[in-house]
Nanobody, 120 residues
Framework: QVQLVESGGGLVQAGGSLRLSCAAS????????MGWYRQAPGKQRELVAA???????AYADSVKGRFTISRDNAKNTVYLQMNSLKPEDTAVYYC??????????????WGQGTLVTVSA
């Protein structure tokens, strides 16, 4: 079992910044990929940013140049620094982690979601 604990959401004015954190714990042999997705009301969940272990980060076009994903491997934690926030960034943000357990079984886990609201 892998557990994810997200934090950092909230209400911010347009142009402001927020930093999301997601810490993974449990039966983790190695983490292959960590990412952030978001889901706005009435819309499908979409990838915001992802960071594999060894490889290039990936961003949605809508957040390139404004958001930065990073990870602390020692803490099994992924961060999303969000700058120059826009009202259209308002959504529930979900952490996603793909890992291997000690039996080398692949696992994929979602966080509980954290609400980000950007006011105009």
């Amino acid at each position: 079992q892998v557990q994810l604990v997200e934090s950092g959401g909230g209400l911010v004015q347009a142009g402001g910044s927020l930093r999301l954190s997601c810490a993974a714990s449990g039966s983790i042999f190695s983490i292959k990929r960590m990412g952030w997705y978001r889901q706005a009301p009435g819309k499908q969940r979409e990838l915001v940013a992802a960071i594999p272990s060894g490889g290039s980060t990936a961003y949605a076009d809508s957040v390139k140049g404004r958001f930065t994903i990073s990870r602390d491997n020692a803490k099994n934690t992924v961060y999303l620094q969000m700058n120059s926030l826009k009202p259209e960034d308002t959504a529930v943000y979900y952490c996603n982690v793909a890992s291997l357990d000690y039996a080398l079984k692949p696992l994929e886990v979602w966080g509980q979601g954290t609400l980000v609201t950007v006011s105009a």
